[in-house]
């Protein structure tokens, strides 16, 4: 999910914290790097198991967008997650994260 030649989706900038749950531990990520697009979210988080299933959750304003997901990629600089098939309420609550991101002005990624 880093490398730009294995990228399917368009990214922007996330200015929101991430928390990503596996197994029975949260880690809250909020760093200038996270990026996010349809497919998942790209954390500045280089530690996390690659590999490893979990639980992401990003607050919207007054609620907040959930989905499963995998660790993909993991290096200095982050950790690429990429969602598990999304039901259409979580798409439609990431389409409305997108959007909120891309009226503010957030730069793509």
């Not at 197994?23 to 530690?47: M, P, Y």
């Not at 982050?78 to 969602?83: A, Y």
């Amino acid at each position: 999910m880093e490398g730009s030649s294995t990228r399917q989706f368009p990214r922007t900038e996330l200015d929101k914290p991430v928390e990503i749950r596996i197994g029975k531990q949260t880690v809250r990520v909020e760093t200038a790097v996270n990026n996010l697009s349809v497919g998942g979210v790209f954390v500045g988080r280089g530690d996390l198991p690659v590999g490893s299933r979990v639980h992401v959750r990003i607050p919207i304003h007054h609620h907040v967008f959930e989905a499963d997901g995998q660790i993909e990629t993991a290096s200095q600089s982050g950790s690429g997650i990429e969602f598990s098939a999304l039901s259409e309420r979580e798409l439609d609550t990431l389409y409305e994260l997108i959007e909120d991101l891309t009226i503010r002005g957030l730069a793509a990624a």
